[in-house]
């Protein structure tokens, strides 16, 4: 394998259970650099928890978990790989979980000032550049309650590229917004997809979907039960629950 084939998160058999519920079955789940992966299926089914577990907000119990190079391990024994993992691995909510108490350029400038290190002025000017990036620029000295939630979850958005991700996971990531604010949030997504990051995206917006995933994968009940190509997936779906899935949302 070479550099570009080689997985940026590489799950195997990974196996989550919450209790008695056994939420996540014997995952297999690799995702290479620059792959855009839209993980699909009912409520309930586990997609969150799937994508929690990338960046060790969910421990798991067992399986093999390697994701950027560091291993992951069972019941969160891997208090190093985690660190790192938090720092290059960015996440993009439901629920925008902004800091209410600082300003839109200050959500964005804290974690690079804090974690990575950078100066106030570095930090200052890319966050500008991040928020123009996302269309927000004129909005960098408001506090968060005072946007839209359309432009609150792209200042969300600057602020996980504030940390210059590796990869990007986003859970349901326009699900808490008005349908006018939608679009503009899947445009800043659209962009990122354009400019070849990696990125894991938990969604109901098919249309989207099928634009910019290169993979879609439905989750049924903590399983993979299906995975292709979009047109392949949404077009020609192979097993009977994808369908009745799809026969739903579509
Ligand atoms: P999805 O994101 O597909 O809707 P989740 O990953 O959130 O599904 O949840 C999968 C299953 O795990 C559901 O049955 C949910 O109720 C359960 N679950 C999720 N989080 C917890 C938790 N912290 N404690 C107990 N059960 C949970
Ligand atoms: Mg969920």
């Known amino acids: 394998m070479n550099d570009t084939t080689q997985p940026i998160v590489r799950m195997q058999q990974l196996n989550k259970h919450f209790g008695s519920l056994h939420v996540l079955n014997n995952i297999d789940l690799d995702i290479v650099p620059g792959e855009v992966v839209v993980i699909i299926g009912a409520s309930g089914s586990g997609k969150s928890t799937l994508i929690r577990c990338i960046n060790g907000l969910e421990e ?41 108490h600082l300003s839109v350029l200050d959500n964005v400038t804290l974690a690079p000032m804090k974690v990575r290190g950078l100066s106030r ?10 928020l ?11 506090y968060p309650s005072h946007l839209s939630g ?14 210059e991700p590796r990869l990007m996971l986003f859970d349901e990531p326009t699900s808490a917004l008005d349908p006018e604010m939608i679009g503009e949030v899947l445009d800043a997504m659209r962009e990122l ?25 439905f989750i049924h009940k903590g399983e993979i039960a299906e995975q292709g190509p979009p047109e392949k997936l949404f077009d020609t779906p192979q097993h009977e629950r994808t369908q009745s899935f799809l026969a739903r949302v579509l």
Do not use: C, W
């Not at 002025?121 to 991040?130: E, H, N, P, V, Y």
């Not at 123009?132 to 408001?142: H, N, S, T, W």
């Not at 997809?193 to 994968?217: L, N």
């Open 60 to 100: 798991f119990q067992s399986g093999n978990l390697v994701v950027d190079s560091s291993e992951l391990l069972p019941y969160g024994k891997s208090t190093q790989a985690l660190q790192k993992i938090r720092t290059e691995v960015g996440m993009v909510f439901q629920q925008f979980n902004l800091f209410p």
């Open 121 to 130: 002025d570095d930090a200052i000017s890319s966050g500008k550049r991040l």
């Open 132 to 142: 123009d990036r996302v269309g927000i620029a004129d909005q960098a000295d408001k």
């Open 150 to 163: 359309g432009q609150q979850q792209r200042v969300a958005l600057a602020r996980a590229l504030a940390m």
């Open 193 to 217: 997809a354009k400019e070849g990051m990696t990125m894991v995206i938990v969604t109901h917006e098919m249309g989207f979907a099928r634009e910019v995933a290169d993979r879609v994968i």
